[in-house]
């Protein structure tokens, strides 16, 4: 311990004469979460404190393990917290760094094993005086929260409407930062002139996963809407050649629509001479669907891959919107496609 506390004062920085003496950065802030897929898909989960296989995708293990999706206007978090602590959660919501604009929002959630408290605040970076810290009473009104014990942990499941402030994105293809913490009930809130290193995302509504070079995927919608009762099709279109020789393709909904729809799987098609090859993926949503935002995901396996290289898994997600709407019929009326059933395959 005492080499260690030498050690501890050796890489300690000199100070230069005069020079202006940097505020310590928190250990609790200091390191960036290692994010899982810097592409987050859009995903509703069920708020319940109740973390559900696929319900959830993976943010970061560090410095807690936590989770993160969104959907437009909304942007959903969960964490495992050690029993005794609370959950901070930090949101650069137009990401473009944590002491940069007004954008930048800390939620803290409490749990005393009754119902879980949440509260909010802005950092406006904005103002002459410097970073401040501003209550923001409307984006914990608008938000919703349920914690539950799991273990030797809580879980907490939260979910952030925009208030009216227009700060969460409604858009795909926007980037935000976040990190997630576990702090002592007692600890005194941050300064509001500290750095956060942040971990930064892409708000996204498709991702590939470890997919080979030369090879890409298009979905292809008629809105990403579906109604429960009804089904819906999408075609994808794959770019590649013959020397990637995958042998199948198999492709589902996840989690809390696993059992709303059809689970598919066929020979993956030749590529023609133009490089492309089409799967067009038909399913039936049963009616009692709930609604929201899920993932359709496919998985391709490869003729030549040993088991090892198949368990890493190929694999592209997309994702649609699951409501029930007049709009949304009235749309997919006009976008009507030919009546087919099952899954199809087809080369053009
Ligand atoms: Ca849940
Ligand atoms: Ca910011």
New binding site residues.
């Given amino acids: 311990m005492f080499s260690l506390l030498l050690m501890a004062v050796a890489q300690q920085p000199t100070q230069a004469p005069g020079a202006l003496i940097t505020p310590q950065l928190p250990a609790a802030f200091s390191v960036a979460p290692i994010v899982s897929d810097t592409i987050r898909l859009s995903l509703s ?8 296989t696929e ?1 959830w995708d993976a943010f970061a293990a560090n410095p807690i393990e936590s989770f993160q999706q969104w959907e437009p206007g909304k942007v959903h978090a969960a964490a495992r917290v050690p029993m005794g602590q609370d959950l901070l959660v930090s949101f650069d919501l137009r990401g473009d760094g944590w002491l940069q604009g007004n954008d930048n929002v800390e939620v803290r959630v409490k749990w005393n094993g009754t119902a879980p408290e949440l509260s909010a605040r802005r950092l406006d970076a904005t103002r002459p005086e410097g970073p401040t810290w501003v209550d923001a009473p409307s984006i914990a009104g608008s938000s919703r929260v349920a914690a539950a014990v799991e273990g030797d942990k809580w879980v907490a ?1 939260l979910s952030l409407t925009d208030p009216g402030l227009a700060l969460i994105p409604t858009k795909a293809d926007t980037p935000i930062g976040m990190r997630f913490d576990a702090i002592a009930p007692t600890e005194a809130v941050a300064e509001a002139y500290l750095p956060r290193a942040l971990g930064m995302v892409t708000l996204s509504m498709d991702r590939g996963a470890n997919l080979p070079t030369g090879f890409k995927w298009a979905p292809e919608f008629k809105g990403r809407s579906v109604v429960p009762g009804e089904s819906f099709r999408i075609r994808l279109t794959f770019n590649g050649t013959d020397m990637l020789d995958f042998k199948r393709i198999d492709m589902r909904t996840e989690g809390l629509a696993q059992n709303e729809t059809n689970s598919l799987g066929l020979p993956f098609p030749a590529f023609d001479r133009k490089s492309r090859a089409f799967v067009d993926y038909e399913t039936n949503v049963t009616p009692e669907a709930e609604t929201g935002w899920r993932v359709l995901r496919g998985t391709l396996d490869e003729r030549r891959s040993s088991r090892r290289a198949t368990r890493s898994g190929r694999s592209f997600s997309s994702t649609l919107r699951c409501q029930r709407s007049s709009r949304a019929r009235a749309s997919r009326r006009r976008s009507a496609w030919p009546r087919s059933s099952g899954l199809t395959r087809r080369s053009a």
């Fill in positions: 989960p069920k708020i319940d404190g109740k973390i559900q319900e499941e």
